[in-house]
Structure formats: structure tokens, C-alpha cells
């Protein structure tokens, strides 16, 4: 198996980035039936707040990873960057059940600011976290499917010097959106 997915890296990174970004965008624009999932209201009051310490706890590790990795810590890279990837799955799945089944979070703030602040920072957020996606399952595939000494003669690092500011990014756009829209307003 391990050797099928390392002769076709791209081919499996566009196929899972295709079925992760079906089911966000089937979450979002609520194709999925809540009626598939039970609704455990503690639960999906938790989840915005759970994020947060998630996203936060994310940045933290890919920072680590990135430290790691220019230390020449390939060991330590690897651990922080397999957590930081658990990490985004964790959130993802909360999220995607809060937003099946509640829709997304209205924003309860001015109308003035949500037009020229939060709606803009709320989609440059979205498009860095799509356009992570690919990169991430790109660089793990290739990392996953390779001994170290072989990594380096691939992509893996020339991408990753992309993925990871865009993720960081990403994750920290969202942390001020969940500012936004539990802690300011």
C-alpha cells in the first residue's frame, strides 16, 4: 500500500483534497443532513471555544516543527508537524459537526465592521485554509511514504516553505474570528 500511495503522491493528494473539501463545502452550504448526526447540545456549545485552544495549540506546534526542522531536529520536525496535522483533523471534524448541524455562526457585531473588517478577514481565512489543504496532504504523503535520506531529493521542503506560513496564517486568522464572534461581540 505504502508503495502504491509513493508512486502516485499527486493522484492521492487530489483525491483526498477532493473528498476533505466535498464535505466542508457540503457542510457549509448544508447539503448534509443534520438528521445523520445526533445533536449533543454540550457538545456543539464547547466546540467554537475547544477550537480556539486547538487553533492556538496548532500554532505552537507548526512554530515547533519549523524551529525543529531548521535545528536540524528531523525527529522532533516530525512529531511536531504529525501533531500539528492531528490537531487540524481534530478541529476539522468538530467544526464540520457544529456546522452541519447548526449552520454557520452569524456574525453579531456592527454591519459596518463585518462588511470591511470580518467578512474579508473571514474569507482570506477560508481561502488559505483550501488552499492548504492539497499542500498539506502533499508534503505529508511525501514524508510518510519516504525514508528521511529520500525526502529531500522530492518537493517536500520546497512546498512545505509554503504550507506552513499559509497554515499558520490560516490558523490564526481563525483565532481572530472566534474573538470575533464569542469574545468581542
Known amino acids: 500500500m505504502q508503495l502504491q500511495i509513493k508512486d502516485n503522491v499527486p493522484a492521492v ?11 466542508v ?29 486547538i487553533s492556538l495549540t496548532a500554532i505552537v506546534t507548526i512554530c515547533a516543527g519549523w524551529y525543529y526542522i531548521k535545528a536540524g ?3 522532533k520536525h516530525r512529531r511536531a508537524m504529525i501533531v ?8 476539522l ?13 452569524p456574525f453579531p457585531g456592527p ?15 477560508i481561502l488559505l485554509a483550501i488552499v492548504c489543504v492539497p499542500l498539506l496532504y502533499y508534503v505529508l504523503l511525501l514524508a510518510a511514504t519516504r525514508p528521511i535520506d529520500e525526502i529531500y531529493s522530492t518537493n517536500h521542503r520546497r512546498i ?11 490558523f490564526t486568522l481563525g ?10 461581540y
Open 93 to 105: 471534524v468538530l467544526y464540520l459537526y457544529r456546522v452541519i448541524l447548526e449552520g454557520p455562526t
Open 111 to 125: 454591519a459596518l465592521l463585518k462588511t470591511y473588517f470580518y467578512l474579508p478577514l473571514l474569507a482570506i481565512h
Open 25 to 53: 463545502f457540503g457542510a457549509a452550504l448544508r447539503v448534509i443532513p443534520p438528521s445523520v448526526f445526533p445533536h449533543v447540545d454540550a457538545l456543539i456549545t464547547v466546540i467554537p471555544h475547544l477550537n480556539a485552544v
Open 84 to 91: 500539528s496535522f492531528v490537531l487540524f483533523v481534530i478541529f
Open 73 to 75: 531536529s528531523i525527529e
Open 160 to 170: 512545505a516553505r509554503i504550507a506552513a506560513p499559509l497554515w499558520l496564517i490560516s
Open 13 to 23: 493528494t487530489g483525491l483526498l483534497t477532493v473528498i476533505s473539501l466535498a464535505l
Open 175 to 184: 483565532v481572530v474570528v472566534y474573538a470575533l464572534l464569542y469574545i468581542v
